[in-house]
C-alpha cells in the first residue's frame, strides 16, 4: 500500500474525493434539511415544537384513515407517496432571539444542487416566507418553507412529491403550522 | 450435541429471546418514570396512594382495571405515574436527548413542545393491530408519564389532532373523580 501511494502521490487524494464527493452530493442532494443546529435557540423560546411525521408514521396514516370519511380521505390522498413532514418552530418574547448565522445555516442547505427558491410565493403572515422546491430531474423530491418572524422562528420540511397546493392544503394538518401561503406560481428563480 | 438436546437449547433460547423482546418493550413505561426521577432527583407517587387521597388519578385506578368511563384509550391499557409537589429544574434539553437517545430503537417522536416552563413530548409505536402511545409532561412543580393502547381509528384522531387528542387522553388518564 505505501508503495502505491508513494508511486502514484496523487492516488490517496484520488481515492479519498473518490469517496467523499459522492457522500456530499447525495447529501447535498438530501430532501431532509439537517435542523439541529437550531436547537439551542431552545433556551431562548418562549415555545418549540418539534414535529416528526416520518414515513412509518405516513405509512400508518394511509393505512388507518377511512376512505368513507370525506376529511381523513383526502388528508390520506394529501399524504400518500410522501416521505416525511417534519416541522420546527420556535416562538420568542422577545426580537433578537436567533441570528443571521441561524437561518443562513439552513439556506446554505438549500443552495445544494436540486434546490430551487420560488420567488414569487407570498404569504399572509408577516416576516419572510421562503419557499424551496427540491427537483430531481422533473419530479419534485422535497419542499422547505422558512419563515422567519422578529419573533418567530419556522421551518417546514417535507420530504417526497410535494407541490405547493399540496403543502397549501396540508397547513393545519398534522401540526403542520398555517403559513398562509398563497397560489402557487410557477415562475422560478436560480440565482439565489 | 444430540438433536434432542439441540432442539430443547433452541426452544428455550426461543423462549427466552421472546420473553426479554416483551420485557424491553414492556419497561420502556418504566424506564422512562425511572429517567425522569434520577434526572431531576424526584419521586413518582403510585395510583393506588392517589386513589386514596382522593387526588388527580381517582378514576384512572378504576380505568386501568377495565372501568367503562373509558372514551379513548383501549380498556385497561393505561399506564400512569404522577409526580406532584417536586421541583423539575435542570436543563430540559440535556433531558429531551437523554430521552430521545433511550426510547429511540422502539418509539418515533411524533411531537415535542417544549416552553419556558413546560415540556411535552408524544411518542407512538405499532403494536399489532393498534398503537401504543406515550405522553410525557413535565411542568415546574409536577410531571405526569402516560402510555395507552389506542385502535387505529383514535390514532387517526392523535395524527390529525395531535394537541387536541392528546389533551383528551390526558384528561381521561387523570381527570379526578371528585372535581
Redesign the interface.
Known amino acids: 500500500m505505501k508503495s502505491l501511494f508513494h508511486t502514484f502521490p496523487r492516488t490517496p487524494l484520488l481515492v479519498a474525493l473518490l469517496v467523499v464527493l459522492p457522500a456530499i452530493t447525495a447529501r447535498a442532494q438530501d430532501p431532509r434539511i439537517q435542523l439541529t443546529h437550531l436547537?439551542?435557540l431552545?433556551?431562548r423560546?418562549?415555545?418549540?415544537?418539534?414535529?416528526?411525521?416520518?414515513e412509518?408514521?405516513i405509512l400508518?396514516?394511509a393505512?388507518?384513515?377511512?376512505d368513507k370519511d370525506e376529511?381523513?380521505a383526502q388528508?390520506k390522498k394529501l399524504i400518500t407517496g410522501l416521505k416525511g413532514v417534519y416541522v420546527k418552530s420556535f416562538e420568542f418574547e422577545n426580537d433578537g432571539q436567533y441570528t443571521a448565522a441561524d437561518v443562513e445555516a439552513i439556506r446554505a442547505q438549500l443552495r445544494g444542487p436540486g434546490w430551487t427558491r420560488l420567488v414569487n410565493v407570498t404569504s399572509k403572515k408577516e416576516g419572510t416566507v421562503e419557499v424551496y422546491l427540491l427537483m430531481n430531474g422533473d419530479q419534485i423530491g422535497g419542499l422547505a418553507v422558512l419563515a422567519a418572524e422578529d419573533r418567530e422562528l419556522t421551518v417546514v420540511n417535507i420530504v417526497g412529491p410535494v407541490d405547493l397546493e399540496r403543502l397549501a392544503k396540508l397547513e393545519g394538518?398534522?401540526?403542520v403550522p398555517d403559513l398562509g401561503i398563497e397560489a402557487p406560481k410557477t415562475k422560478k428563480n436560480d440565482d439565489k | 450435541m444430540s438433536r434432542h438436546h439441540f432442539k430443547q437449547v433452541a426452544v428455550v433460547l426461543l423462549i427466552f429471546s421472546f420473553a426479554s423482546v416483551v420485557q424491553a418493550r414492556g419497561d420502556d413505561f418504566n424506564s422512562v418514570v425511572k429517567m425522569i426521577e434520577q434526572f431531576y432527583g424526584v419521586k413518582h407517587e403510585g395510583v393506588p396512594f392517589l386513589a386514596r387521597a382522593g387526588m388527580k388519578a381517582g378514576r384512572t385506578a378504576a380505568r386501568i382495571k377495565g372501568g367503562t368511563a373509558r372514551q379513548i384509550a383501549e380498556a385497561g391499557s393505561i399506564k400512569l405515574a404522577v409526580f406532584e409537589d417536586q421541583d423539575f429544574n435542570g436543563e430540559?434539553?440535556k433531558f429531551r436527548s437523554t430521552l430521545n437517545a433511550a426510547l429511540s430503537e422502539t418509539w418515533?417522536?411524533?411531537?415535542?413542545?417544549?416552553?419556558?416552563n413546560e415540556q411535552n413530548y408524544i411518542f407512538?409505536r405499532?403494536n399489532n393491530d393498534k398503537?401504543n402511545v406515550l405522553f410525557i409532561s413535565i411542568e415546574e412543580r409536577e410531571a405526569t408519564v402516560i402510555q395507552v393502547t389506542l385502535s387505529?381509528?383514535n390514532?387517526?384522531r392523535l395524527?390529525?389532532d395531535?394537541?387536541g387528542t392528546g389533551k383528551a387522553i390526558a384528561e381521561e388518564a387523570t381527570i379526578n373523580d371528585q372535581e
Open positions: 436547537d439551542h431552545a433556551t423560546a418562549s415555545e418549540t415544537v418539534d414535529l416528526n411525521f416520518d412509518r408514521l400508518a396514516a393505512k388507518i384513515f377511512n376529511d381523513e388528508i394538518q398534522f401540526g | 430540559f434539553l418515533l417522536p411524533f411531537v415535542q413542545v417544549l416552553g419556558a407512538t405499532e398503537y387505529p381509528k390514532f387517526a395524527l390529525k395531535p394537541e
